[in-house]
């Protein structure tokens, strides 16, 4: 699903007007008729709805919501902020709509008005502003703003479109907005609710359908996109009924040192699930027993350089032209200084898009001139402070997404960023997020799952982009599938690694 800007958002909405028999007033009552009956469908009888208008057409979708909420017998009322005179026309018309519904439904709140008392059942809807936030709230809306969220934690907030004050395209970071626990949108996701700063301010997105028009939907690029279960499809590759082993690759993982040697066992198995045809485990010695008793679907090659993989470059050949499909590096690898020429030197050789995590990058953290070396299409996978140690700090999520991309181009790299929508940035300058996963999977040895997931997946053939995409995706929905049935607490690395199965069947079910 694409993410609009709001310029693009304005332009969908235009186009559609232009394009359609329908008219601008039409459209919000789209928009109104989906935001009720969501309100319905999840709170129904038993509550009342509060409804905070702005001036503009946000103002003018709560107006029409609070009409039809009335239509379907709900009590609702709207409550109109006086900080201006310049009502928007479809604004306008909605007052006069609801002015003629029910009395006492429409009341106009003035800048010295105390805050109006709310009954226990009371739902909180927010409408004050949407995409047309300009500046900081002050006045009578930022008092009205910090009311409604100092009773968050005793009336549900719903936020349409956009938490009122939220910037959908830039970083908020320091701005007053609503924090809602919903947020209602149309048709097409904002920048602003991916970004991890803006997590208790949107809450849980969804996102209505008002029928804007397909083809400026399909025909306008953009730069951001959220990944769906479409584009999964399109993606995903059924196993052809003649294939043997060696279709599906031969990847080669290096990883594991001394108290580390579970980071390579999780990944070995992660890569085995994802489908990989064969899988040789490089470890240290001491790594030998517990890959061959643990994974024994893999073979192992061992160093012999002590706690530390130290000689891990001798095992691809030194043309690189070697048996191996793909090679990961670095869960539990260690970064001991011979470690860190091991991987130069692996560098040196190997010329196909590798996968590189944990350990890998915090050499590449340290020895920044290394970035050059790595393969073009190279897969890194960095959690927040392993993207930081490599490209530095930002002052802001926006500004971390813009230095995410910039290195993914300047490198020819495709580099993720861990977090709750986790962020794929590719060398051409797209950012994918992904939207599977929960919070039970901050836990040891996730990453080193996902490491093995995309190198399962890419031996098999997949493009590195479509590696990335599809691994990710994957990953979180093991993550879903396994608190499902375990809970988030109790999930485990090794609880994900059991629910990739279960996650491709519902790719393949769906397909
Ligand atoms: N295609 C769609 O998605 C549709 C969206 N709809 C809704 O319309 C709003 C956008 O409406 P707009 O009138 O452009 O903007 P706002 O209501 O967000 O803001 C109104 C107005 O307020 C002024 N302003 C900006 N910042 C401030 C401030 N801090 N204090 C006071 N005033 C401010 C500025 O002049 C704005 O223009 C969208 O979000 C949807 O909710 C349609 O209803 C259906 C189609
Ligand atoms: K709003």
Redesign the pocket.
Request: aromatic share 8%; glycine share 18%.
């Given at each position: 699903m694409k993410i609009f800007t709001a310029d693009q958002?304005r332009a969908?909405?235009a186009y559609t007007i232009e394009h359609t028999p329908i008219t601008s007033l039409r459209?919000?009552e789209k928009?109104a008729t989906q935001c009720t009956q969501w309100l319905i469908g999840r709170y129904g009888a038993g509550h009342s709805f509060h409804i905070f208008c702005?001036?503009?057409?946000?103002?003018?979708?709560g107006l029409a919501t609070t009409r039809l909420l009335q239509q379907h017998g709900f009590e609702a009322k709207a409550y109109l902020l006086h900080?201006?005179d310049k009502f928007?026309a479809d604004n306008r018309a909605n007052q006069a709509a609801l002015r003629g519904g029910e009395a006492a439904s429409l009341i106009m709140l003035q800048p010295e008005d105390a805050f109006p008392e709310l009954p226990t059942n009371a739902i909180i809807v927010d409408a004050l502003?949407?995409?047309?936030?300009?500046?900081?709230?002050e006045g009578l809306?930022a008092q009205t703003v910090q009311h409604i969220n100092a009773l968050q934690d005793q009336y549900p907030i719903i936020a349409?479109?956009?938490p009122s004050g939220l910037k959908a395209d830039e970083s908020s970071k320091d701005l007053l907005t609503v924090e809602a626990r919903h947020t209602l949108s149309?048709?097409v996701y904002k920048l602003a609710f991916v970004l991890p700063e803006n997590a208790a301010r949107v809450g849980e997105v969804h996102i209505l359908p008002?029928g804007?028009h397909r083809d400026y939907l399909t025909q306008t690029p953009t730069r951001y996109q959220v990944v769906d279960m479409e584009m999964i499809h399109r993606i995903y590759k059924p196993r052809l009924p003649f294939s043997h082993k060696g279709t599906y690759g031969h990847a080669l993982l290096i990883a594991g040192s001394y108290g580390k040697i579970g980071a390579a066992v999780l990944s070995a198995q992660a890569c085995l699930h994802a489908g990989v045809g064969l899988l040789t485990v490089y470890v240290p010695e001491c790594g030998y027993n517990i890959i061959q008793s643990t994974v024994p679907p893999a073979m192992c090659l061992v160093d012999d350089g002590g706690q530390q993989s130290v000689q891990f470059h001798e095992a691809v050949t030194a043309d690189g032209q070697g048996k191996y499909k793909t090679v990961a590096i670095g869960p539990g690898l260690g970064t001991s200084g011979d470690t860190a020429k091991a991987f130069e030197k692996l560098l040196q050789r190997y010329h196909d898009p590798m996968v590189i995590d944990a350990d890998a990058l915090n050499i590449l953290g340290a020895e920044r001139y290394l970035l050059e070396q790595v393969p073009k299409h190279s897969l890194l996978t960095p959690h927040p402070k392993e993207f930081e140690r490599m490209f530095g700090p930002s002052g802001n999520d926006v500004e971390r997404l813009e230095k995410l991309s910039a290195a993914a181009q300047q490198y020819s790299l495709y580099i993720l960023l861990k977090g709750r929508y986790t962020a794929i940035a590719t060398p051409e300058g797209q950012v994918y997020f992904n939207n599977t996963g929960n919070a039970g999977m901050a836990t040891g040895g996730s990453g080193d799952v996902l490491t093995g997931l995309l190198a399962g997946i890419l031996a098999q053939g997949y493009s590195p982009e479509h590696t990335m995409i599809l691994g990710v995706w994957l990953h979180g929905l093991a993550g879903d599938l396994g608190a499902a049935a375990m809970s988030q607490e109790a999930l485990t690395a090794s609880g994900i690694v059991r629910f990739i199965g279960p996650a491709y069947l519902e790719i393949a079910g769906a397909k």
């Open positions: 958002v969908a909405d459209l919000m928009a702005g001036a503009g057409n946000n103002g003018g979708d900080y201006t928007s502003f949407g995409t047309g936030i300009s500046r900081p709230l809306v349409i479109d956009l149309f048709e008002i804007l």
